[in-house]
């Protein structure tokens, strides 16, 4: 039996329960969950914002250790410690070779075709193929990048979603260029890791735009150089004020909320890049302008899992983090167990924490 976190009535309080899992198949790998961060896809499933369904095993963001594997897994062997990545990655499909494996054919089919099992033999999918708040997993070797590291789980697993994500769009997606001037819309996990990746890319000016008093202060420890208070005025005319007239040369959008990626594209110099990052609502559109994005050669991308190749770039991020490029240490706020995660949301809606971590195993 394996105690995990379901989410069974969207909208209500999540439950642990006693689950099983189903025989190991031959691509299939057992993990015991070292660490889980708490993201807030994990709190739009459960409230039925986006990606919802039930019941479901919540959690997409973790890190572990291989306790078994199929007779033919190739990618891992027991006792590796693995980052489990939600989106999974062939390697030999059409999205993958041409270096866009967060596309990848597969990653679809089998994020959604793993399950957990009740007593009487019904199925409870597991979010993203993974259901990283349970103490195992068991997973298709494809969802999951092993990596040699001393680094605590707690670190590993945020490289998962919400590092990968927030850095990825700024490394892998913009491709933010060293002296350039950057704004982050939105300064959660996600944000302060964008904020991160444009730091390690060498960007001059790093402006944190968030309501909050506190995590425009904390967005200053993880690089920022300048922040910026909606209700100081319109966001783009302060911007572009405070970048000479111009406009910055890269806005990242990490709320998902439509007004906000339009401030964004407002607050970009000429051939600037905006950069939807967030997750909106399923059915969320938005105006753009096409004088400006035509005249002005502005750009506007998305950015899904910052790009990132995984099997190259997790690795990657370990090494920035090990060598004290990327702190993932102060990004954790709390520690907590399977029972804690409806506390967990309640802090992340109060926007109280960064990252929640689920021990799940203690
Ligand atoms: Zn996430
Ligand atoms: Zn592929």
Redesign the pocket.
């Given at each position: 039996m394996v105690r995990a976190v379901v989410c069974n009535n969207i909208g209500e309080p999540v439950s642990v329960e006693n689950l099983s899992l189903p025989p190991l198949g031959p691509h299939d790998v057992l993990v015991r969950t070292d660490a889980a961060g708490v993201c807030h896809t994990d709190l739009s499933a459960a409230k039925g914002l986006t990606l919802s369904q039930a019941p479901i095993v919540l959690g997409h963001e973790g890190a572990g250790t291989v306790l078994e594997i199929g007779k033919n897994v190739t990618r891992c062997k027991p006792g590796d410690r693995v980052i489990m990545s939600w989106a999974p990655?062939?390697?030999?499909?059409?999205?993958?070779v041409r270096h866009e494996?967060q596309h990848?054919?597969?990653?679809w089919g089998i994020r959604s075709s793993r399950h957990a099992l009740r007593n009487d033999g019904a199925k409870v999918p597991t979010m993203a193929g993974l259901g990283t708040f349970a103490e195992m997993m068991q997973v298709n070797e494809l969802s999951l990048v092993a990596v040699k590291s001393e680094l605590p789980a707690e670190q590993l697993a945020m490289i998962g979603c919400g590092v990968t994500t927030g850095v990825g769009a700024a490394l892998w997606t913009a491709e933010v260029k060293p002296g350039s001037t950057v704004a982050v819309f939105g300064c959660g996990g996600v944000g302060l890791s964008v904020i991160q990746g444009a730091r390690i890319a060498g960007a001059m000016r790093i402006f944190a735009v968030d309501t909050l008093a506190s995590k425009r202060e904390l967005a200053m420890k993880f690089g920022a150089t300048d922040a910026i208070d909606p209700a100081q005025g319109d966001v783009a005319q302060q911007l572009i004020a405070a970048t000479g007239g111009r406009g910055v040369d890269y806005a990242f959008e990490v709320v998902g909320i439509p007004e906000l990626l339009l401030t964004a594209f407002n607050s970009l110099r000429k051939h600037g890049t905006a950069v939807a990052v967030g997750m909106p609502k399923a059915d969320a559109t938005v105006s753009i302008p096409i004088v400006p994005l035509f005249i002005q050669e502005k750009r506007l991308v998305g950015s899904f899992y910052g790009s990132a190749q995984v099997r190259e770039h997790f690795p990657l991020l370990v090494q920035l983090a090990e060598r004290g490029r990327l702190d993932l240490a102060s990004m954790i706020s709390k520690r907590i167990g399977l029972e804690d995660v409806n506390a967990a949301f309640d802090a992340m809606k109060a926007g109280e924490v960064v990252r929640s971590v689920v021990l799940p195993n203690g």
């Open positions: 990655q062939c390697g030999v499909c059409y999205h993958c494996a990848c054919d597969e990653s």
